[in-house]
Protein backbone atom coordinates (compact mmCIF):
# COMPACT_ATOMS: atom_id res chain seq x y z
CA UNK A 1 0.00 0.00 0.00
CA UNK A 2 1.28 3.27 -0.84
CA UNK A 3 2.18 5.75 1.74
CA UNK A 4 3.53 8.90 2.32
CA UNK A 5 5.04 10.49 5.42
CA UNK A 6 6.91 13.79 5.93
CA UNK A 7 9.47 14.69 8.28
CA UNK A 8 11.69 17.88 9.06
CA UNK A 9 12.14 20.58 11.80
CA UNK A 10 9.01 22.23 13.34
CA UNK A 11 10.25 25.52 13.94
CA UNK A 12 12.46 27.52 11.22
CA UNK A 13 13.90 31.14 12.25
CA UNK A 14 12.26 34.21 10.30
CA UNK A 15 14.95 34.58 7.02
CA UNK A 16 15.98 31.10 7.58
CA UNK A 17 15.82 27.63 5.02
CA UNK A 18 13.20 25.17 5.48
CA UNK A 19 14.05 21.79 4.49
CA UNK A 20 11.56 18.94 4.75
CA UNK A 21 11.65 15.34 3.27
CA UNK A 22 8.94 12.95 2.16
CA UNK A 23 9.51 9.62 2.21
CA UNK A 24 7.44 7.17 0.05
CA UNK A 25 6.73 3.20 1.03
CA UNK A 26 4.93 0.74 -0.88
CA UNK A 27 5.73 1.48 -4.59
CA UNK A 28 9.08 2.64 -6.90
CA UNK A 29 9.11 6.60 -7.53
CA UNK A 30 10.06 5.43 -10.87
CA UNK A 31 6.72 5.30 -12.12
CA UNK A 32 5.66 6.96 -15.39
CA UNK A 33 3.26 9.68 -16.09
CA UNK A 34 3.32 9.84 -11.67
CA UNK A 35 4.92 13.32 -9.89
CA UNK A 36 5.50 13.63 -6.36
CA UNK A 37 4.07 17.24 -5.11
CA UNK A 38 4.11 19.25 -2.45
CA UNK A 39 1.06 21.14 -1.17
CA UNK A 40 1.16 23.57 1.87
CA UNK A 41 -1.92 24.97 4.00
CA UNK A 42 -1.55 28.04 6.51
CA UNK A 43 -3.59 27.63 9.76
CA UNK A 44 -7.15 27.48 8.99
CA UNK A 45 -6.42 28.64 5.30
CA UNK A 46 -7.15 26.68 1.95
CA UNK A 47 -4.68 24.75 0.13
CA UNK A 48 -1.88 25.95 -1.83
CA UNK A 49 0.20 24.04 -4.25
CA UNK A 50 3.90 24.34 -4.39
CA UNK A 51 5.31 22.36 -7.23
CA UNK A 52 6.50 18.98 -8.60
CA UNK A 53 9.08 16.77 -9.46
CA UNK A 54 9.03 13.72 -11.91
CA UNK A 55 11.53 10.67 -10.90
CA UNK A 56 14.37 12.30 -13.24
CA UNK A 57 14.40 15.13 -11.66
CA UNK A 58 12.68 17.83 -13.61
CA UNK A 59 10.64 20.00 -11.60
CA UNK A 60 7.70 22.23 -11.80
CA UNK A 61 6.78 25.03 -9.18
CA UNK A 62 4.20 27.99 -9.07
CA UNK A 63 5.44 30.60 -10.39
CA UNK A 64 5.02 33.26 -7.59
CA UNK A 65 7.21 30.82 -5.03
CA UNK A 66 9.67 29.88 -8.14
CA UNK A 67 11.98 32.19 -6.65
CA UNK A 68 12.69 30.83 -3.42
CA UNK A 69 11.62 26.75 -3.51
CA UNK A 70 13.68 24.12 -4.90
CA UNK A 71 11.92 19.83 -5.01
CA UNK A 72 14.67 17.50 -5.57
CA UNK A 73 14.17 13.25 -5.67
CA UNK A 74 16.14 10.88 -4.43
CA UNK A 75 15.09 7.67 -6.03
CA UNK A 76 17.80 5.55 -4.47
CA UNK A 77 15.84 6.43 -0.48
CA UNK A 78 12.48 6.98 -2.65
CA UNK A 79 12.64 10.27 -1.21
CA UNK A 80 12.42 13.87 -2.85
CA UNK A 81 12.53 17.02 -0.58
CA UNK A 82 11.78 20.44 -0.32
CA UNK A 83 13.62 23.79 0.43
CA UNK A 84 12.41 26.96 0.73
CA UNK A 85 14.73 29.87 1.44
CA UNK A 86 14.52 33.12 2.99
CA UNK A 87 10.96 31.90 4.87
CA UNK A 88 8.54 34.54 6.39
CA UNK A 89 5.97 34.31 9.12
CA UNK A 90 3.42 33.96 5.86
CA UNK A 91 5.21 30.41 5.59
CA UNK A 92 3.77 28.74 8.59
CA UNK A 93 1.53 25.98 7.19
CA UNK A 94 0.69 22.62 7.78
CA UNK A 95 3.31 20.98 4.86
CA UNK A 96 2.26 17.68 2.75
CA UNK A 97 3.07 15.67 0.60
CA UNK A 98 1.32 13.57 -2.53
CA UNK A 99 1.43 11.50 -5.04
CA UNK A 100 -0.09 13.51 -8.16
CA UNK A 101 -0.82 11.68 -11.40
CA UNK A 102 -0.73 13.88 -14.21
CA UNK A 103 -2.16 12.37 -17.58
CA UNK A 104 -3.56 14.17 -20.37
CA UNK A 105 -7.30 13.24 -19.12
CA UNK A 106 -6.57 15.13 -15.49
CA UNK A 107 -4.43 15.19 -12.44
CA UNK A 108 -5.00 14.53 -9.10
CA UNK A 109 -3.37 13.90 -6.05
CA UNK A 110 -3.84 10.66 -4.17
CA UNK A 111 -2.50 9.48 -1.40
CA UNK A 112 -1.43 12.43 1.18
CA UNK A 113 0.64 12.23 3.66
CA UNK A 114 -0.43 13.24 6.84
CA UNK A 115 1.15 16.96 6.94
CA UNK A 116 3.61 18.59 9.03
CA UNK A 117 3.65 21.67 10.64
CA UNK A 118 6.35 24.30 10.05
CA UNK A 119 6.10 27.34 11.96
CA UNK A 120 8.44 30.13 11.62
CA UNK A 121 8.93 32.40 14.50
CA UNK A 122 11.99 33.42 16.64
CA UNK B 1 -4.06 35.16 -12.43
CA UNK B 2 -6.33 31.88 -12.80
CA UNK B 3 -8.92 31.88 -10.09
CA UNK B 4 -11.23 28.35 -9.00
CA UNK B 5 -14.37 29.83 -7.27
CA UNK B 6 -16.58 27.95 -4.62
CA UNK B 7 -18.74 29.32 -2.48
CA UNK B 8 -17.82 29.47 1.22
CA UNK B 9 -20.45 27.43 3.08
CA UNK B 10 -23.29 24.96 1.67
CA UNK B 11 -25.26 23.88 4.65
CA UNK B 12 -28.03 20.71 4.04
CA UNK B 13 -30.16 18.19 6.36
CA UNK B 14 -29.16 14.62 6.43
CA UNK B 15 -30.50 12.95 3.31
CA UNK B 16 -30.36 15.96 1.17
CA UNK B 17 -28.66 16.43 -1.99
CA UNK B 18 -25.47 18.68 -1.44
CA UNK B 19 -24.01 20.67 -4.40
CA UNK B 20 -20.82 22.44 -4.36
CA UNK B 21 -19.32 24.15 -7.45
CA UNK B 22 -16.39 25.14 -8.51
CA UNK B 23 -16.26 27.76 -11.64
CA UNK B 24 -13.32 28.95 -13.91
CA UNK B 25 -12.44 29.89 -17.42
CA UNK B 26 -10.45 27.20 -18.21
CA UNK B 27 -12.66 24.43 -16.81
CA UNK B 28 -14.10 23.99 -20.12
CA UNK B 29 -11.03 22.14 -21.31
CA UNK B 30 -9.48 21.27 -17.69
CA UNK B 31 -10.73 18.28 -15.57
CA UNK B 32 -11.60 19.27 -12.00
CA UNK B 33 -10.30 16.89 -8.60
CA UNK B 34 -12.13 17.37 -5.91
CA UNK B 35 -11.04 16.71 -2.19
CA UNK B 36 -12.35 16.51 1.10
CA UNK B 37 -10.76 17.20 3.95
CA UNK B 38 -12.06 16.64 7.83
CA UNK B 39 -10.85 18.68 10.83
CA UNK B 40 -7.20 18.25 11.98
CA UNK B 41 -6.69 15.47 8.76
CA UNK B 42 -5.19 15.47 5.73
CA UNK B 43 -7.14 16.13 2.39
CA UNK B 44 -8.80 13.01 0.57
CA UNK B 45 -9.35 12.75 -2.90
CA UNK B 46 -13.45 11.91 -4.06
CA UNK B 47 -13.35 12.84 -7.59
CA UNK B 48 -10.95 13.00 -10.23
CA UNK B 49 -11.03 13.60 -13.92
CA UNK B 50 -14.65 15.26 -13.00
CA UNK B 51 -16.15 12.64 -12.26
CA UNK B 52 -14.71 9.47 -11.76
CA UNK B 53 -14.64 8.22 -8.26
CA UNK B 54 -11.47 6.22 -6.31
CA UNK B 55 -12.23 3.28 -5.04
CA UNK B 56 -13.54 2.97 -1.51
CA UNK B 57 -15.02 6.27 -1.68
CA UNK B 58 -19.24 5.52 -1.69
CA UNK B 59 -21.11 5.92 -4.61
CA UNK B 60 -23.15 9.10 -2.96
CA UNK B 61 -19.82 11.21 -3.71
CA UNK B 62 -20.43 11.86 -7.77
CA UNK B 63 -18.73 14.60 -9.99
CA UNK B 64 -20.14 16.42 -13.21
CA UNK B 65 -19.11 19.75 -15.13
CA UNK B 66 -21.03 21.66 -17.65
CA UNK B 67 -19.20 24.45 -19.18
CA UNK B 68 -16.88 26.47 -16.60
CA UNK B 69 -18.86 25.04 -13.51
CA UNK B 70 -17.30 21.73 -12.23
CA UNK B 71 -19.94 20.43 -9.59
CA UNK B 72 -19.44 17.54 -6.75
CA UNK B 73 -22.72 16.19 -5.69
CA UNK B 74 -23.34 14.04 -2.37
CA UNK B 75 -26.81 12.50 -2.98
CA UNK B 76 -27.88 11.68 0.59
CA UNK B 77 -25.56 13.43 2.73
CA UNK B 78 -24.42 12.17 5.78
CA UNK B 79 -23.62 13.68 9.32
CA UNK B 80 -19.77 12.30 8.84
CA UNK B 81 -20.05 14.21 5.07
CA UNK B 82 -19.27 17.33 7.02
CA UNK B 83 -16.04 18.85 5.98
CA UNK B 84 -14.26 21.08 3.84
CA UNK B 85 -14.36 19.87 0.46
CA UNK B 86 -11.79 21.81 -2.33
CA UNK B 87 -11.81 21.28 -6.15
CA UNK B 88 -8.28 21.81 -8.00
CA UNK B 89 -7.60 22.25 -11.75
CA UNK B 90 -4.92 24.11 -13.32
CA UNK B 91 -5.42 27.24 -16.24
CA UNK B 92 -5.00 26.26 -20.06
CA UNK B 93 -1.45 27.04 -20.01
CA UNK B 94 -0.65 24.13 -17.44
CA UNK B 95 0.95 26.55 -15.73
CA UNK B 96 -1.03 27.79 -13.42
CA UNK B 97 -2.14 24.61 -10.90
CA UNK B 98 -4.42 25.19 -7.86
CA UNK B 99 -7.09 24.78 -5.62
CA UNK B 100 -10.60 26.39 -5.01
CA UNK B 101 -11.04 28.41 -2.00
CA UNK B 102 -12.69 25.52 -0.31
CA UNK B 103 -16.48 25.07 0.70
CA UNK B 104 -17.55 24.31 4.09
CA UNK B 105 -20.09 21.66 4.33
CA UNK B 106 -22.77 21.50 7.20
CA UNK B 107 -25.05 18.67 7.51
CA UNK B 108 -27.66 18.87 10.53
Known amino acids: QLQLQESGPGLVKPSATLSLTCTVS??????????WAWIRQPPGKGLEWIGNVYYSGSTYYKPSLKSRVSISVDTSKNQFSLTMTSVTAADTAVYYC??????????????WGQGTLVTVSS | SYELTQPPSVSVSPGQVARITCSGDALPKKSASWYQQKSGQAPLLVIYEDNKRPSGIPERFSGSKSGAVATLTIAGAQVDDEADYYC???????????FGGGTKLTVL
Open chain 1, 26 to 35: GVSMRTGSVY
Open chain 1, 98 to 111: ARHEDNWDGEWFDP
Open chain 2, 88 to 98: YSSDNSGNHRL
